[in-house]
């Protein structure tokens, strides 16, 4: 295992060494993540680790139905649902009325 230094500023901030950062593969404006444990030994042990948001792991888990996405098709399917749907909603108390 290898260790490394760092220094921290006044103001808590601390420099992940490029070394770290490759084999992480992190860049800039990346979210890390910092676990803290007790050993059985009553020592501390911090982990550094990349995280990713919800968007990020997800990406891609479900394809599209077709590539390029046509948005207006979409809209307009989606337009056309809620009108049929008003339509229906608004003929059933008239069907009741006339019982």
Known sequence: ?????IVMTRKGQITVPAEIRRTLKLKQ?????????RTD???????LRPVQSVAEMTFGSVAPRKRPEDFDE????????????AVMEDAAPRAADED
Do not use: H, N, P, Y
């Open 1 to 5: 295992m290898k260790e490394f230094f």
């Open 74 to 85: 979409l809209r307009r399917m989606f337009e056309e649902s809620v009108a049929e749907e």
């Open 41 to 47: 030994k009553d020592k501390i042990q911090v982990t």
């Open 29 to 37: 404006g990346d979210k890390i993540g910092l676990s803290v444990r």
